[in-house]
Nanobody
Framework: QVQLVESGGGLVQAEGSLRLSCTAS????????MGWYRQAPGKQREPVAH???????NYTDSVNGRFTVSRDNAKKTVYLQMSSLKPEDTGVYYC?????????????????WGKGTRVTVSS
């Protein structure tokens, strides 16, 4: 079982910055994908940004150019640097990883989620 521990949420004024961190632990074979989702009040959870093991990243359009996702593979940690924050960025941010196991000759993939860290951006 992979455990995820997030940190770095909080209250910030618009145009401010925050940095989220998420560290994975447990019996880990490989983590081909690490990143973040968020859930705004009254809305569905949505993907924000992810990075693969090579560092290739992707972002949802609304955060492109403002957020940067990165990972430290040795530390099994993913970061989300959020800048120029807007009130609409408010929500609970969830760490998300895909864990890959190899069983016989097959690769098996499992999704894991953190408990979430709250980000509140005031106007």
């Amino acid at each position: 079982q992979v455990q995820l521990v997030e940190s770095g949420g909080g209250l910030v004024q618009a145009e401010g910055s925050l940095r989220l961190s998420c560290t994975a632990s447990g019996p880990i074979f490989s983590l081909p994908l690490m990143g973040w989702y968020r859930q705004a009040p009254g809305k569905q959870r949505e993907p924000v940004a992810h990075a693969d093991v090579s560092g290739v990243t992707n972002y949802t359009d609304s955060v492109n150019g403002r957020f940067t996702v990165s990972r430290d593979n040795a530390k099994k940690t993913v970061y989300l640097q959020m800048s120029s924050l807007k009130p609409e960025d408010t929500g609970v941010y969830y760490c998300h990883v895909v864990h890959r196991l190899v069983y016989a000759t097959q690769s098996l993939y499992y999704d894991y989620w953190g408990k979430g860290t709250r980000v509140t951006v005031s106007s």
